[in-house]
C-alpha cells in the first residue's frame, strides 16, 4: 500500500460538492492507474456511503449485481461488500429487480427527508456505457424527487472514460467532469527515490506522477535499481503493463503505440504525429485516433495562450513522463532484446541500463523539464512571488517560443526559460527573452512583466548578478521546484 499524497485541489472540489444542499450527480474522470476511486473514497470518508463497482457485463447483470451491493449496510466504508447480509440501508434488494428506476427508488427510499447526505458511488462508471445501460433517464428522473422531496442524495459515477449516459441530466444537475491527472513533481516528491532535488527530478522524469506506476517504486532504492527492477529485469511490473493498459481499451492498438512514441520525444505538432501513422492518408483519419487517446487521459493537448480559441496551431504530448519514457526509450529496449533467462537475465538488464537507457536519462529529464517549471508556477508560486498562477501555459508563434509563461494572480505577467544542461554567458538568457517578448502581445500593456530563469545548475557569476540587479528577474532552481529551500 502506497501513502496518499497530493490531491488538495481534487479532494477539495469533491467535498465542496458534498456539501451542497441539493442532489446532484459528480463525474470524475482520468486516466486508468491515476487513483480516482482512492481519491474520491478519501473524499467520502466517514459519510453515508453506498459504493458499487460496476461489472464489465450485461445490463441486467449490472442491475442485479448492484442491487445486491447497495442492499448492504456500507456506513463509513467505501469497499464494495456482498457479505453480511442487508443493513440499515436499502434492505433487501427487490426480487428480480425490474429495472434502473427500481433500484433508484429504493435508494431514494432508504433516506429521511432533511437528514444526512447520503453518497452513491458508481465506480468504473464506463461499463454502464459499454452495456448500453439505461440508466441516464431513470437517474435523472429520481435526482428530480429527490430535490422535491428534500432527500440529499449525491451520486459520484467514477470512470477513465467520458460518460455518455449522464447526457440526460440538465446542467444543474449534472456536475463536473472532475479531471484528475498525474501527479505534479512536488505531490509525488515522498514516492520518488533521490537524496537531492536534481535526483529527484530525474526520478519525476522516468515514473511521473501516476499512483499506480509510483506503487512500485521503492524511494529507498537508488534510481539505478528501481529502473532496473521496474522496466528491464524479467517480471519487471511495469515492463509491458503500460502497452496493456491501452490495449484494453481499443481494438487495434498498433496506430496508437506510433502515435504516442512520437509523441515520447517532446511537444510535436499535428505534422509530426501524422508522419507517425504512415498508413493514415488524410489528417482526417488520424484524428480519432488522436481524440480516442486523449479521452482515455494518455495525451494531451495544449495551444499557445495568445492563440485564438480556433488555432489550429497546437502541439501534443503524453500525459504523463512516465508514458514518454517508456515509449521513447524502454519499449525499444524490449523490442529488440532476445528472450534469454537465468542468471544471464540480470547481466542483460545491467548491461541495457548501461548503453541504452542511462544515456537517455538527461535528455529526457530535460524535456520534462519545462513541465514541471509550469507545474511550479501553477501550484507552488505563492512561495516565491506571494500570489498563485492564475493562467499557466506556453508562448509559440513567429519568433518566440517560451515554454513558462501566464498571469499571475496579483496581475503581473511572467516568461520563463528553462535549462536542464549549465547556461553558458555568452548565450544572453536574459537578453534572448527580452527579445522573444517584444515578438508577442501577451501580457502587453500589464504592470509588471517578470522574467523567469529555470536553471538545474548554479548560473555563471555575472549571469546571476545580471539577474540580481533586475528588479524583474528571477532565477529559480531545483530546490524552489522540490520546496527544499532557496540557493
Not at 464506463?126 to 432527500?151: S, V
Request: hydrophobic letters at 40%; one cysteine or more.
Amino acid at each position: 500500500m502506497m501513502s496518499f499524497v497530493g490531491r488538495t485541489p481534487e479532494l477539495g472540489a469533491i467535498r465542496g460538492f458534498l456539501d451542497r444542499s441539493e442532489a446532484s450527480l459528480l463525474t470524475v474522470h482520468g486516466m486508468r492507474g491515476v487513483g480516482k476511486s482512492t481519491l474520491v473514497a478519501r473524499a467520502v470518508a466517514g459519510m453515508r456511503v453506498r459504493w458499487g463497482r460496476c461489472p464489465a457485463a450485461p445490463e441486467s447483470a449490472q442491475l442485479a449485481h448492484l442491487a445486491r451491493v447497495f442492499s448492504g449496510d456500507t456506513t463509513g466504508d467505501t469497499t464494495e461488500g456482498t457479505t453480511g447480509g442487508p443493513g440499515e440501508g436499502l434492505g433487501a434488494p427487490p426480487s428480480p429487480v425490474r429495472d434502473w428506476a427500481a433500484l433508484l427508488d429504493a435508494v431514494l427510499a432508504s433516506t429521511e427527508p432533511g437528514s444526512a447526505p447520503t453518497v452513491l458511488v458508481l465506480d468504473d462508471a464506463h461499463h454502464l456505457d459499454g452495456a448500453r445501460a439505461r440508466i441516464g433517464a431513470p437517474l435523472a428522473d429520481a435526482l428530480r424527487r429527490a430535490r422535491a422531496e428534500g432527500r440529499l442524495v449525491h451520486v459520484v459515477a467514477v470512470s477513465h472514460e467520458p460518460l455518455h449516459f449522464v447526457e440526460a441530466l440538465s446542467d444543474g444537475f449534472h456536475e463536473g467532469p472532475l479531471e484528475v491527472g498525474p501527479l505534479p513533481f512536488r505531490a509525488a516528491r515522498p514516492l520518488l527515490p533521490g537524496a537531492t532535488a536534481v535526483d529527484q527530478l530525474r526520478a519525476y522524469a522516468i515514473f511521473g506522477g501516476i499512483p499506480r506506476a509510483l506503487a512500485q517504486v521503492d524511494p529507498t532504492a537508488s534510481l539505478t535499481a528501481n529502473v532496473r527492477r521496474c522496466f528491464l529485469e524479467s517480471e519487471a511490473p511495469l515492463g509491458d503493463a503500460l502497452a496493456g493498459w491501452l490495449e484494453r481499451d481499443v481494438q487495434n492498438p498498433m496506430r496508437y503505440h506510433a502515435i504516442l512514441a512520437a509523441l515520447s520525444h517532446g511537444d510535436a505538432d499535428w505534422g509530426r504525429v501524422h508522419d507517425a501513422v504512415p498508413d493514415v492518408g488524410r489528417s482526417g483519419q488520424l484524428a480519432p485516433y488522436v481524440h480516442r487517446l486523449r479521452e482515455l487521459g494518455l495525451a494531451r493537448v495544449r495551444r499557445s495562450l495568445d492563440a485564438p480559441p480556433r488555432s489550429r496551431s497546437r502541439r501534443y504530448a503524453p500525459a504523463d513522463p512516465l508514458l514518454a519514457f517508456w515509449y521513447g526509450t524502454i519499449r525499444p529496449v524490449l523490442a529488440s532484446r532476445t528472450p534469454t533467462g537465468g542468471p544471464d537475465d540480470r547481466r542483460r538488464a545491467n548491461a541495457e541500463w548501461q548503453t541504452l537507457v542511462r544515456p537517455q536519462v538527461d535528455r529526457h529529464t530535460a524535456r520534462v523539464f519545462p513541465l514541471v517549471c509550469r507545474q511550479f508556477m501553477r501550484y507552488d508560486a505563492m512561495e516565491v512571488f506571494g500570489t498563485g498562477g492564475r493562467e499557466v501555459g506556453s508562448l509559440w508563434g513567429a519568433g518566440y517560443d517560451i515554454p513558462v509563461a501566464g498571469i499571475l494572480r496579483s496581475g503581473a505577467a511572467f516568461y520563463g526559460v528553462c535549462f536542464w544542461d549549465p547556461v553558458r554567458v555568452r548565450d544572453a538568457p536574459l537578453e534572448a527573452l527580452d527579445t522573444q517578448i517584444r515578438e508577442t502581445r501577451y501580457g502587453f500593456g500589464r504592470e509588471r512583466r517578470l522574467r523567469l530563469l529555470f536553471s538545474r545548475h548554479r548560473p555563471p557569476h555575472r549571469l546571476a548578478r545580471e539577474v540580481f540587479r533586475r528588479e524583474d528577474a528571477w532565477l529559480l532552481g531545483p530546490d524552489e521546484l522540490a520546496g527544499t529551500g532557496a540557493r
